[in-house]
């Protein structure tokens, strides 16, 4: 019997051998580790196309900003400008010349070579007469565009642009191929990290790792992202606690985030944006032609309690058209703060002692008829009654609204990161003029001086707080929620977007 053993003791070991081979390959094809090279990305809203050149949807950057296309330059987690496609730059005193060196050996996902050539036809596109580009006046400083050699960009302007640059690293700003641009809004091709495999529409877009990206300082840790469209709360929230999506940057459904909050497979993570709730005023029509009326309904509204019932509490209020996120932030909530009793002593000088009726025309996005709601009782405090009209968005309130001016009063939430210079716009559907804003926005693109443009945005905002041409309400926050082993999402949105170059799971 002991004769047999050694004969016995290779047999069983080869057995254990192959059986925990065995297992070892079940386990690595399973769906928990195939995972940590993949992410599901959950998103409130479809884009509407592909190409962040051609339209101004959020959504559409959101999903190829940063992961299929790049710009001359980046916008970080930060908000800062960094290179990307151009490696350095260099500014004319007089601001009127940008010399970019761009970066050599750049290919388009279907082969075609990056130059100064392609940059510069991208540019041509995007300020072309006839472009659609949703921020054309990016590009109207541009006098003539220069390609002294293949590596070389040169921007000759009408006029200083001390945003340009800035400007330079928005979604619409990124450079198209030529050969590919016009199918863009389907079929993205860029020079990003990913690169598309497929949309289908109404329920996901599918991302794959680009296996020959020019950045070697940029170590991509996903294989595949899939964009997951979820526009019903419950559902989001639902798909988070089966595992169907690993995360949901942007959730929908404050009054659902504590349900999270114990949940040991997940994160929430609360964030800043760029979405300022701004219930906007017809300037050119009675009575909010009259600053006392305007300063009085902002002086009737109490911010947190709106940010209470609008958000659950999720918010941060703001006293002008900027957000804690913009360089040169003033905290302004203080320039005309709760106090109905003053508001019914304004209105009562304007004219109006009984009060007055108006309607407000509340788009369907969740937050615009809370506020609503919250702002309806605030207002009838002070003896004026406001009626809410509910108005589809985006072709309604577009159309009659955005285009039409045929309104009183309604909420929006502004998405656009440093867009105080709506209200230089003419025409824009406030209807506010004011020279003296629209000097110091001219003196802000005239300097390239960063602490000078600082203090002249505190300037800005402080003339925007005091003449109240719309109420300012608060900022959404970024309410993410997601696998607690992913790492790398951007937790604040200096600009919208789902970044994916640093996102990796956590072994």
């Known amino acids: 019997m002991t004769d047999a053993l050694p004969a016995v003791r290779p047999n069983l070991l080869r057995s254990l051998a192959l059986g925990l081979a065995a297992t070892v390959a079940v386990i690595l094809s399973s769906p928990t580790l195939a995972a940590e090279k993949d992410l599901t990305l959950g998103m409130t809203i479809e884009p509407t196309g592909l190409d962040p ?80 580009n949703p921020q054309k006046r990016f590009f109207a400083a541009i006098d003539t565009i220069e390609t002294p050699d293949a590596a070389t960009l040169v921007l000759k302007l009408k006029e200083p642009a001390g945003s340009l640059l800035y400007w330079l690293g928005w979604p619409s700003s990124v450079i198209v191929g030529t050969k590919s641009a016009a199918g863009a809004k389907t079929t993205p091709i860029g020079t990003g990290p990913f690169k598309f495999v497929n949309w289908a529409k109404g329920d996901k877009v599918e991302l794959a790792a680009n296996p020959d990206y020019w950045n070697e300082d940029v170590k991509v840790k996903l294989e595949k992202v899939t964009f997951r469209f979820i526009a019903d709360p419950q559902a989001q929230a639902a798909a988070l606690k089966s595992g169907d999506v690993d995360a949901f940057p942007e959730f929908g459904a404050p009054e659902l985030v504590e349900s999270f909050k114990d949940d040991a497979k997940l994160t929430t993570v609360i964030g800043n944006t760029e979405l300022k709730v701004v219930a906007g005023m017809n300037n050119e029509r009675k009575p909010f032609d009259d600053q006392r009326v305007r300063q009085a309904l902002m002086m009737a509204l109490d911010r947190a309690v709106i940010v209470d019932g609008a958000w659950s509490g999720y918010g941060t209020p703001i006293g002008s058209h ?40 509340t788009p369907q996005m969740a937050y615009a008829p809370r506020s ?22 985006p072709a309604k309130w577009v159309q009659d609204v955005f285009k039409g001016r045929d309104f009183d009063m309604t909420i929006v939430a502004h998405a656009e990161p440093m867009d105080i210079d709506i209200y230089a716009r003419d025409p824009y559907y406030f209807g506010y003029k004011n020279p003296a804003f629209n000097d110091i926005l001219k003196k802000v693109e005239a300097t390239s001086d960063t602490a000078e443009q600082d203090r002249l945005y505190g300037e800005a905002q402080k003339i925007l707080a005091e003449d109240v041409p719309a109420l300012f309400l608060f900022v959404m926050p970024k309410l993410g929620i997601w696998d607690k082993k992913l ?8 600009i919208p977007s789902n970044v994916l170059t640093e996102v990796y799971w956590e072994e």
Do not use: C
């Open 372 to 393: 609503a709601q919250v702002m309806q009782a605030l207002f009838a405090d002070i003896g004026v009654t406001m009626n809410i009209e509910p108005t589809e968005f």
């Open 53 to 132: 050149t051609i339209a101004a949807p959020v959504a559409i950057g959101q999903v190829t900003w940063q992961n299929v296309f790049e710009g001359l330059v980046a916008i970080d987690r930060d908000g800062k400008i960094r290179p990307q496609l151009a490696k350095s730059w260099e500014i004319s005193a007089d601001g009127l010349t940008y010399t970019f060196k761009l970066e050599e050996g750049v290919k388009f996902h279907d082969g075609e070579d990056f130059n100064s050539a392609v940059a510069k036809a991208s540019l041509e596109r995007a300020r072309g007469a006839d472009s659609v």
């Open 487 to 494: 790492k790398g999402l951007w937790e604040n949105e200096p």
């Open 322 to 361: 900027y957000t804690p996120n913009d360089r040169g932030y003033l905290d302004l909530t203080g320039t005309h703060p709760y106090d109905p009793e003053k508001a019914r002593a304004l209105l009562a000088e304007a004219g109006y002692p009984d009060g007055f009726t108006f309607t407000i025309k």
